[in-house]
């Protein structure tokens, strides 16, 4: 009977906690995720994609077999697990380790003590990432790691959360938190921490939080052991239940081991089954929705078949990880979970090969394929099985492969033209496969399978994969070679592949001739633009039997460029033929005589050089230096942050985990696909989506006294609403609501706009088409930079001149990892309490009130952390909080809003992109004499406060002294999402553009481009014209000592020496090395504070700043605890512990200011010194009085006192900058080491070292953290971050697919960073310096080392072959991601070499 499929009833555990759900009663498209974050008290797991391309939702789960009663627990992406596939399963979320209660967990303790977060918004992922790769290093059997480690090893430390994001650290400091644990690690390399000091004798793991082999946790509670053995059948009827006990926390006495590994196979044969069978026995009516769990194949056709009869969608799944690639567009009505019949799970050994259940997970493939491979049944196994195994590791992430299954991928490269890399390689290795169609069961090719019509899942189920055994012949004396190939932005996964390809053949040696011979060849390619994977057979015929030399590699490569034809639409088409033209290169060039093959015959012995094969196997090293002050305690300490240990035990509240009040209803935003048009009608879609629609919020709900305002800033307004017009892709329509955020998402996808366009303009949409249609933005006189020198003169006395040089920057979103959000609670008499996850909450707190026609005073915005800004919440952050509280004010409910990935990526807006031109004049010698620069900014429809970019642009520009400059910037209106202010604003691209013009400078004169650097520092004198209200005393100028200071410890000249080298013996990898320095100009702003002194002694803090993972509360906290110890003359202990700092709330402290321009820290900590000074001065008469009674007096009876005394204990100020602290400069230099694979254009940054001048620093691991994190953020932006829209501007890198930020495998190697204590300064907080946003700029290094890389492939190409093209005169705009640095090396280098060897035979 199909209804005896029905899942009736779910029982699960989570974190120890029995839960029990009916089967109608969550709907069956409920995910893992939401079903804890809505349905329990835990909010550990995030929601930063919902498309299992972040991490941040990751969770444990754990498997019970009670036959052999082993428990087996992997991690896994909760926002893609559907809730009820997890029947008889344990969850484990980050609050399971460890929480405030029961006390954290050593991961939680060790993320904290090595300052492993900012925001804390991916951490709960991280942390559980990390204890998954502990728990299954532990549970191995490797033999025993000494006391206090884990079985798991350095090099897996850094793979163990691979797949997880984070946006603010720059990752350095989480693995060395992970590293810890390694069996292998030496202590002495791992990063500043609080467990031990500089200058301590030894580091020791017993000053690490103490950690239990095995994690120390039971994933398993006996409860549920107990009852899927007794296999109740008696359970009762309540909805949801959870069970009586008090809070049950899953740690485990230290000497228990949870342990073994079980098959989903072995669970089906298990007990498991009849439980499950059991619960179905129940006498429950059958219901047309739910979810379906058919436990053998007739069973599933019987259910299809019922369900076709039925008028009802319906959904087949296994991991339903394809849920992250191609979203939902509906809902369904049933849910067919086909992982329980048995043939899909089998796993037979035969002696041809191995059967794979289609249903099993790739990282059990990955399991059996390697213990196939050290099995003695089969001894060439290690040929195939071992490629594939490691191919396979590089597929998705860990916490996807666990759980997405193998079947799954193929059903994706065969249906849907997924550019799967498991397609691939099992076409190479000649795989077949096993179908069931309808009651016939059919083996063929996966080949044949491939191109067959899409699987239809109503008649045919993929039942297995069979993986042939490959041998070499001993007697035919030939061996067998195969090899697989990916290339993708992320080396670990995470990315899909741009081109992918398995090639497998017979070599065998040809006496005659000396060279050597392939036969029975495979040679497999896909994701290149190709409907599926396909064999190229026309150059296997090619090349089988024929000599392999290089006439006949040519040969096949021309017949492989005809082969591979991407499909038209594809991106990038001449990169992926180039790229798999390179592979089968890769493949043959060893195997022919002559030829110089992409290996590396070039070893650097050096010591300050990488030297190894595969970089990307490189362990990850770092070195920090920073210098603590004790001058103004406990200020200037590398103090672990404030509350970090609730941010990784997930119990930091940000606006979504905020308990959502009764009647709360959910709204997402319906946009414009258009750039201008009229919005002639608005309908949705009939489905069950829309269904769920309540009602659509849009202009004609604003109140009539209200107006159509979504943002604001010192130069305008711009609406909420396009309304009638739209003006720009991506601009807000309404807003749809429901019942759940998942609903009104779906809901929202169902809309259908009709536009109008007749009688409009066509939309500008190119900073080109605004000069013609001269649409610009105002930059008022005053924030206009100011010009130097007279340009005609300097250019008249240089020797060399360069004029209109283009250099293009492009965009970058800024993926903070908590997209933008608000939470609208209507108050009593017309008011509005909304908790909005903003860095402006006063402006936004204007712009609501102006939205909804009411006093300011009646709207409070509420903001207690956000996960994640870089500027993107400020003006970015207004209509969300705005739209939230129209639709909260209109139906009188609560209403939050937080917006999915994709939508907050196409609406949100980004970093301004430019196009600059410039003419510059230069001496033989380097020195340039002038510099004019046309700058087109993109401003995007509305001004935001896009009119300060120019000076941001013209301040970074002026750290080299151009002898005279000039500009002319544009500010460009165009009709595409508002541009707003990212971290660096300005100066990012303004210090490329320099950078490039140096560059360009020192290749038109042959010159090493640091001499050039060095040629055009300023002088004191000079950067007092090009600085006059920054440049500050000549003491404070140290760019020329920092410079110095780098060069000689990075070892610059030596390792440019030896790249040198290694350039001239590598013909397929090159190296470039840059360095390049940083002024950066701060203007710290007036900032309100409140320190106030409970009666028992606790300490509240309030400030204008925002928490946004800059640690500002922990500076706060440190400058509250130094100031009010200032009553006491060597200070006063345990201050700090008693200061609380609250959230910012625009009702309690006005003027609040924005959160940003990186001086927010050190004006909160002004104000909040000048609070405290205050109150010292109303207490030092009170002590005065309790020292004359006693010698010792402590706070508590200070306050006891005071208090009694009636002294006022809260003190309230405004700080305001004077005229001498209102601006500064920061000084920094970074040199970067790159290498780049010629055949992929794949970068790897091997090194870069930072000094950043902190001035003083109030907290030293904060401030390393704020530059390392800042550093790798520009990083993303120089290379890797493609933002890209489509002809009509709508953006369309809009997901974790299109939008590869960096992850753990693309940051430096080897990263050293030195945080500077350059003194004494009178007019800074305490002489500090500000470090949120300089180092971004010092990322361009990278781009500058990538630059010199590609002229030195150019140089090497252009030699060899005589190509006339000059090889030093190139543009290298931003980004530049491994396909640009292909083409700029050539698309067609092998076939120019291997003519050019034919030639030579
Ligand atoms: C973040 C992320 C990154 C990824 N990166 C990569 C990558 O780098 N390379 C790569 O190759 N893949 C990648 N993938 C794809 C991933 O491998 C697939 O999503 C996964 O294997 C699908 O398996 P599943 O069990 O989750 O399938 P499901 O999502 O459950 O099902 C997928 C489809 O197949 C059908 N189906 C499943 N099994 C069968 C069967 N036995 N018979 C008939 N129909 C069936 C379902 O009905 C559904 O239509 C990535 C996925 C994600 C989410
Ligand atoms: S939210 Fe699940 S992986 Fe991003
Ligand atoms: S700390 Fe990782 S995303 Fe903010």
Known sequence: MASDALLKRLVFALNGRRYEVAGGDVDASTTLLEFIRTRTPFRGPKLGCGEGGCGACVVLIAKYNPMTDEVTQFSASSCLTLFYSLNFCSVITTEGLGNTRDGFHAIQKRISGFHATQCGFCTPGMCMSIFSSLVSADNSKRPEPPNGFSKLIVSEAEKAFSGNLCRCTGYRPIVDACKSFASDVDLEDLGLNIFWKKGDKKSDVGKLPSYTLGGGICTFPEFLKTEIKSSRDNLDDANITVSKDSWYHPRLPSNILCGGICTFLDCLKSGLKSSRDHLNDANITDSKQGWYHPRSIKQYYELVNSTLSGECSVKVVVGNTSAGVYKDQDLYNKYIDIEGIPELSYIIRKDGGIEIGAATTISRSIEILEQENNSKSSPNGSVVFKKLAEHMSKVATPFVRNTASLGGNIILAQKYQFPSDIATILLGAGSTVCLQVVAERRHISLEEFLEQPPLDPTTTLLLSIFIPHWISDTQAQTSLVFQTYLAAPRPLGNAVSYVNSAFLGHVCFDESSGDLVLSNLHLAFGAYGTEHALRARNVEKFLTGKLLTASSVLGAIQLLRETIVPTKGTSHPEYRISVAVGFLFSFLSPLAKGMAVPGKPFSISSANSLDTDDIYNLTLSSRRETTSGDEYKPIGEPMKKYGVELQASGEAVYVDDIPAPKNCLHGEFIYSTQPLAFVKNIK???????????????????????????????????????????????????????????????????????????????????????????????????????QVGDFSKGMAEADHKLLSIQVKLASQYYFYMETQTALAIPDEDNTMVVYSSSQYPELAQTVIAKCLGVPFGNVRVITRRVGGGFGGKAYRSFPVATAAALCAYKLRCPVQMYLNRNTDMIMVGSRHPMKAHYSVGFKSDGKITALHLDLLIDGGISEDLSPVIPSGVISSLKKYNWGALSFDIKLCKTNNTSKSTMRAPGDTQGSLIAEAIIEHVASVLSLDANRVREKNFHTYDSLQLFYPDSAGEASTYTLHSIFDRLVSTSSYLDRAESIKQFNKCNKWWKRGISCVPLIFKVEPRAAPGRVSVLNDGSIVVEVGGIEIGQGLWTKVQQMTAFALGQLWPEGCEGLLERVRVLQTDTLNLIQSGVTGGSSTSESSCAATLQACKLLVNRLNPVMNKLQLQSSTVSWDNLISQASQENVNLSASVYWVPDQGSNSYLNYGAGISEVEIDLLTGAITILRSDLVYDCGRSLNPAVDLGQIEGSFIQGVGFFIYEEHQTNSDGLVVSNSTWDYKIPSVDTIPKQFNVEVLNTGYCKDRVLSSKASGEPAVVLASSVHCALREAIRAARKEFADSTGSKSSPLTFQLDVPAPMTVVKELCGFDIVERYLESLSTMN
């Open 684 to 786: 949705f879609k009939s489905s069950l989506a829309s269904e769920k629609i309540i009602t659509v919020v849009s202009a004609k709900d604003i109140p009539s006294k209200g107006r159509n305002i979504g943002s604001m800033s010192m130069f305008a307004e711009e609406p909420l609403f396009g309304d009638p017009i739209v003006e720009f892709a991506g601009q807000a329509l309404g807003v749809v609501i429901a019942e759940t955020q998942r609903y009104a998402d779906m809901a929202a996808k169902q809309v259908v706009i009709e536009y109008d366009t007749v009688d409009l303009n066509s939309p500008i949409l190119t900073v080109e088409q605004a000069v013609q249609n001269k649409s610009y933005f105002n930059v008022p006189a005053a924030l206009y930079p100011k």
